[in-house]
Structures are given as C-alpha cells and as structure tokens.
C-alpha cells in the first residue's frame, strides 16, 4: 500500500498527463522562484479592488502564502484586478465566529517562526528599508479607513513604515504593499538565506497547481483512485 505521500506524487504525474509540457514547464520555472520567507496579512480589507490588487502584486512579486483576517469585513476578488493571481497562491482565511481571528493568524505565524512587523505611518518604527531578513516575516496591513487595528499593533514584534517625504502620511494599500515587497523580495534575492521552497512545499503546490488547470479534476482524481486500487 503506497503512503500518502507517494499517492500525491504518483496523481500529479496523472493530473500532468492532461497539461502541456510547455505549461508544466512554466509552472516549475515560477515554482523554482516562490518563497514563503515573506508573507503579507491582510486584516480586515473591505474593498474587493484593494485586496485583488495586494494579491495580484504578492503573486508577481513570488510570494506563495497570504493571509487574511476577516474579523469586521469579508474578504472578496475583484476579477477584473486580480487577473487570476489567487489561483496561484495561498489565501489562508481566518473568518471563525466569535474568535480573536487577528489571534489566531498571529499565533499560527509564530509557531511557523515568523517576526511580526505592522505597518504603521508613525515614525517609531523601522524602516522597511532596515528589516532584518534573518527570520521569516509577516508584514500586516491595516483596512483602508483605520489602517492596522491598535490590537494588532500591540501584538506584533514591531512596527514598519515605508520612508516619506510629502505632505500625505499614508499610501493606498496595495501601493504599500507593493513598495514593502520590492523593497524586500530583491534583499532577500540578493542574500545568503534560504528563501525558497522545500522539495515538499513544492509538490504539495505543484499537485494544487496541476488539479486547478485540468477540467473536472474531481471526476479525474476518481478515476485514478480506481485505478491504483
């Protein structure tokens, strides 16, 4: 009896059957490419336009996870900005019912040994220029009223803010986000650590990518599960 692992291996072989080799090809030059040792959290964005546009510009920039927080205000795509980037990352969603879900994301990013940095416009924080890359980090963004909760600000390791020079004290949150990661992801490019994936992580992606680009995977996976019985 084959373990679980090798039943994944052995249905993205299968699923790959059904996809070009030109495609699947792609799919591992952007996988040889993907790193978790950064991530964004979003907490509480309401408008649909703001957050497809975080996670359109966290899918260029190589980013694999992001994480949302839905304490006040539900997470939605805008199909239009996004452009069918969520369907290459993780949106990991912390929506349960009467739960501190900002927490909770908090908590699972830790145990994963992440550093937590909450954006914030003050100057007594860092400069996303001076972030240290030596541990993983978690960049949460505040919605586009408050900016990040006080809560959240509170429970991070430290605040970040991105230098500026005018009479205006914030940005629009995807262009925060997209000068936090080109600020970083070349660093990070550029140094010694050990940014990308593990062999594991990606195969766990590449099976998720290979489901999502073939028709009926459901009614295929079926199919191969008789198979192997």
């Known amino acids: 009896m084959i373990d679980i692992r090798e039943k994944?291996?052995?249905?993205?072989?299968?699923?790959?059957?059904?996809?070009?080799?030109?495609?699947?090809?792609?799919?591992?030059?952007?996988?040889?490419?993907?790193?978790?040792?950064?991530?964004?959290?979003?907490?509480?964005?309401?408008?649909?336009?703001?957050?497809?546009?975080?996670?359109?510009?966290?899918?260029?920039?190589g980013l694999q996870d992001i994480h949302i927080i839905e304490?006040?205000?539900?997470?939605?795509?805008?199909?239009?900005?996004?452009?069918?980037?969520?369907?290459?990352?993780?949106?990991?969603?912390?929506?349960?019912?009467?739960?501190?879900?900002?927490g909770k994301c908090f908590q699972s990013l830790r145990n994963a040994g992440y550093k937590i940095y909450a954006t914030d416009p003050s100057p007594d924080g860092v400069s996303i220029e001076d972030i240290p890359l030596d541990e993983k980090i978690a960049l949460v963004m505040g919605n586009e009223l408050r900016g990040t909760s006080n809560h959240a600000i509170e429970q991070a390791d430290a605040k970040v803010n991105i230098p500026m020079y005018g009479f205006t004290e914030s940005l629009n949150i995807s262009v925060s986000a997209a000068i936090c990661l080109n600020t970083l992801i070349p660093r990070l490019r550029k140094s010694d650590i050990e940014w990308r994936l593990a062999e594991e992580e990606k195969e766990d992606i590449r099976l998720k990518w290979y489901r999502g680009c073939v028709r009926k995977p459901d009614l295929l996976e079926r199919e191969f599960l008789r198979m192997i019985k």
């Open 71 to 102: 304490d006040e205000s539900q997470y939605s795509v805008n199909t239009k900005v996004v452009k069918g980037s969520d369907k290459w990352v993780n949106l990991i969603r912390y929506r349960e019912k009467g739960i501190n879900n900002a």
């Open 8 to 61: 994944e291996r052995k249905l993205t072989e299968f699923f790959g059957q059904y996809i070009t080799e030109h495609k699947k090809q792609l799919m591992e030059n952007v996988l040889s490419e993907r790193t978790r040792h950064v991530t964004i959290v979003l907490e509480d964005i309401y408008q649909a336009q703001n957050a497809s546009a975080v996670v359109r510009t966290c899918e260029c920039m």
